[in-house]
């Protein structure tokens, strides 16, 4: 009856889990798209790993609707949903070879014996170790386990695959390629992955769109481009990327973009949702969005003289940083010359100015 | 250099060796050597050597006898696996304090003698006593039935008095295995179709075998060899082997026959234990 309500893959619909009086999930709403690759994304404890919990029927929400398909999900239990689990520990059988593991769940639903047997083929063919049939969970890797798990999830074809922090056991090398080997795979089989990560960089790695996570809170929900360049609080601004906040309050909005008073200064910037006239508001510019320079543009906005307090060269640009009166403000220069001339670096104790785009630069709510 | 060696190794070696050899091979011997010999007048065991020992207890009476005793023995042995799985399980799931104050309180009964927890048992059982009079009350005068319940001297009571006697040595080894048990293996069980049940079966059976195994080995055993359970429990109703051997040596004062009985059962539950860890294993490896 309740199916084709809507497309999405998976529905939360206003979700409380609590903990005793600990609310690990806070009145969560995300609507997943079909086969769309959707990170959760927070620090440890935000109640990430709670939504895909949720999601799995391995806990029941305290308040609110999970759909999946359209499907209310209510009381189902964990083992008739149709989606699967790629688990952070892998959670791999270790009495079961490597075929059993990936066969498990086609088993459970009482499939061919030879129907088994050429799927198990066929998904271990798909994470590429087709020659591993026969081992135990043990003999192998941790990245090699990791794809038995994928394969034992992917084998059943579920509708919607749940991914804990997969690649959070592996070393950098080898996290960095199953990024990429992951997401190739997801568009392969055309399933919606719901990705649970706590590494920003993955997750704007390999996102379709992202949901921030914060206390138990969905903070913002929006593809990479969205999260990184309007983020719409604080914490988000400040959990993705790197950025400087300048304190201060809000002067005049003028349609997009408005006035704000910093220490004294005046800047103008992006106007954020919710920001009003009077308000105390922040503005957030991104260290390389901003630009130091020798001699200022008189009619240009957004320009104040600074001192240059330390610089440092990493090769793809030089990091700065600038004292703006008293605060401190982060510069990232792109080198984009090739030179090895010291007077084209700007160095310690030097005068500089100091200038950036109002579009680039965005006023958000305290 | 290669004296001094040999020597440590003796040396090492002999402790362990010296029990094994004065308190397992010779008493062994000696039932051995005993098994065959005659019963004589005065009791003691006499030549000329014979094998009429063995000879009776393949009589239909003493085939029985086996029969009822592995019965009961594996019956007993079932109910306790039936028993101290979930208990087990429970214990595991506690948080640690109460978990360690949980497997303490399965011990603490060892603090008391055997005989005297039995007793208290058949107490409870007697058709005399408080518990079963208050039952009985009920049974008879409020139900209007005829006959009281006897639960005393059946071969309810020697199971329930082997279960109850033998409850912390499936409990323990179970811990053991439970205790290293990756919880979130049923999650993923769960996650791939399989029901309450069949995670059990497929997942934490196979993954809890050795303590299992180890648990039924260490009932099992015992109950076969009881005596004082099926003496207080089962009076003379429910003869198990182990008494009758008890009597062979004490009243009846027959050695010989005795010793036969006992070499026997020997070899029956080493035979039985084997197969056991055989099966065991073969599932594990499934």
Known sequence: ?366 | MQKNSSTRLFGLMFPGAFWLIAFFFLPILLIVGISFLTKGDSGSPELPLTIDNYSRTFGEEYLTLFGRSLWISLISTILTVIIAFPVTIWIVRLPKKWRDMAIFLVMIPFWTNFLLRTYALRFMFLNEGPFMRAINGVWVDTLGNENEIELLFTQFSVMLGLVYGNLPFMILPLYASLEKFDWTLLEAASDLGADVWRSFVRVMLPLTAPGLIAGSILVFVPAIGNYITVELMGGGKSQMIGRTIAQQFSTANNWPFGAALSLIMMVVVTAAALVYFRVGRGEQAR
């Not at chain 1, 034992?152 to 070393?171: F, I, M, S």
């Not at chain 1, 910037?269 to 920001?275: D, M, P």
């Not at chain 1, 009166?325 to 001339?341: I, Y």
């Open chain 1, 1 to 366: 009856m309740a199916q084709f309500l809507t497309d999405s893959a998976v529905e939360l619909c206003d979700v409380v889990k609590q903990f005793g009086d600990v609310a690990a999930v806070d009145h969560v709403s995300m609507a997943i798209r079909q086969k769309e690759f959707f990170s959760m994304l927070g620090p440890s404890g935000c109640g990430k790993t709670t939504c895909l919990r949720l999601i799995a029927g391995f806990e029941q929400p305290t308040k609110g609707d999970i759909r999946i398909n359209g499907q209310l999900m209510g009381d189902t239990p964990a083992f008739q949903r149709n989606v699967n689990t790629v688990f952070q520990s892998y959670a791999l059988f270790p009495h079961l070879t490597v075929a059993q593991n990936v066969g498990f769940g086609l088993e459970m639903k009482r499939v061919a014996s030879d129907e088994i047997k050429r799927r198990v083929k066929e998904a271990l063919e798909l994470v590429r170790l087709p020659q591993m049939a026969d081992r135990h969970p043990k003999q192998m890797s941790g990245g090699q386990q990791q794809r038995v798990a994928l394969a034992r999830a992917l084998v059943n074809r579920p509708q919607v695959l749940l991914l804990d922090e997969p690649l959070g056991a592996l070393d950098l090398k080898l996290r960095k390629e199953m990024q990429i080997e992951l997401k190739n795979l997801q568009t392969q089989v055309g399933i919606t992955f719901i990705y649970v990560t706590h590494d920003q960089e993955e997750a704007l790695t390999m996102s379709d769109r992202i949901c921030v996570m914060s206390k138990g809170k969905a903070l913002q929900i929006g593809s990479p481009l969205e999260i990184y360049e309007r983020p719409n609080c604080r914490f988000v601004a400040d959990f993705i990327g790197e950025t400087n906040f300048l304190d201060g309050k809000v002067l005049q909005i003028n349609g997009e973009f408005g006035e704000i008073e910093v220490s004294g200064r005046k800047f103008v910037g992006r106007i954020g949702e919710g920001v009003r006239v009077g308000d105390k508001a922040m503005m957030s510019i991104r260290p390389e969005k901003m630009l130091l320079v020798d001699k200022p543009n008189p009619n240009a906005l957004n320009t104040y003289e600074t001192r240059v307090a330390s610089i440092a060269y990493v090769g793809s640009d030089t990091r700065i940083i600038v004292k703006l009166g008293d605060t401190q403000v982060d510069v990232w220069e792109q080198n984009s010359q090739s030179t090895l001339d010291p007077s084209y670096f700007f160095k310690p104790g030097e005068a500089a100015w100091l200038t950036f785009k109002p579009e680039n630069a965005l006023v958000i709510k305290e």
